[in-house]
T-cell receptor
Framework: LAKTTQPISMDSYEGQEVNITCSHN???????ITWYQQFPSQGPRFIIQ???TKVTNEVASLFIPADRKSSTLSLPRVSLSDTAVYYC??????????FGAGTTVTVRA | GAVVSQHPSWVICKSGTSVKIECRSL??????MFWYRQFPKQSLMLMAT?????????EQGVEKDKFLINHASLTLSTLTVTSAHPEDSSFYIC??????????????FGPGTRLTVT
């Protein structure tokens, strides 16, 4: 499985856009990029998944450059309730998920 | 979206006893279920992968005789922590994977079970 590197923590304020970049230099051809969100004492929640270019849903956008060696999760206009740990996972779609350390995002009023 | 439930949500047991945790996919059939463990302020660690009707595959370092996994149906998997010790106290999370179409798989996580061994 491709190793991922993402910042340990990020601080933001309500209403701002938060961008979290994940590096995955050894991503394989059949690997997808998936982001999960986890609140304390809860199971992770799927946010978004992509293979290349840009993917957008009602919660976030995922930007993937042509070389796919990194990806950026964009959270528009965050609120206090977006304070959580965000995990970037890279791997084949039908394989087990391996979680890294994640990025703790803290949104302040 | 699909829902995965876990029972109990928290449990306290005495050292040396066994405790069973259930994981259910409520509105879909899960071809594969996964069990994770998470210690405070740490990431999720995959313990094992289970497919319905077959033996679970354990990750390196996870004792299969201590953490018994049974995936009896397409909607139920159980994790039994045998002879629990205080160091087994952790947050246990299951997930279930659904094959939606073709090669697309979606994985849904349960709410977790907090185990405290005294």
């Amino acid at each position: 499985l491709a190793k991922t590197t993402q910042p340990i923590s990020m601080d933001s304020y309500e209403g701002q856009e938060v961008n979290i970049t994940c590096s995955h230099n050894n991503i394989a051809t059949n690997d997808y990029i998936t982001w999960y969100q986890q609140f304390p004492s809860q199971g992770p929640r799927f946010i978004i998944q992509g293979y290349k270019t840009k993917v957008t849903n009602e919660v976030a956008s995922l930007f993937i450059p042509a070389d796919r060696k990194s990806s950026t999760l964009s959270l528009p206009r965050v609120s206090l309730s977006d304070t959580a740990v965000y995990y970037c996972l890279v791997g084949p779609n039908d394989y087990k998920l391996s979680f890294g350390a994640g990025t703790t995002v803290t949104v302040r009023a | 979206g699909a829902v995965v439930s876990q029972h109990p949500s928290w449990v306290i047991c005495k050292s040396g006893t066994s405790v069973k945790i259930e994981c259910r996919s409520l509105d879909f059939q899960a071809t594969t279920m996964f069990w994770y463990r998470q210690f405070p302020k740490q990431s999720l660690m995959l313990m094992a992968t289970s497919n319905e009707g077959s033996k679970a595959t354990y990750e390196q370092g996870v004792e299969k005789d201590k953490f018994l996994i049974n995936h009896a149906s397409l909607t139920l998997s159980t994790l039994t922590v045998t002879s629990a010790h205080p160091e087994d106290s952790s947050f246990y999370i299951c997930s279930a994977r659904e094959r939606t179409s073709g090669i697309i798989y979606e994985q849904y996580f349960g709410p977790g079970t907090r185990l405290t061994v005294t």
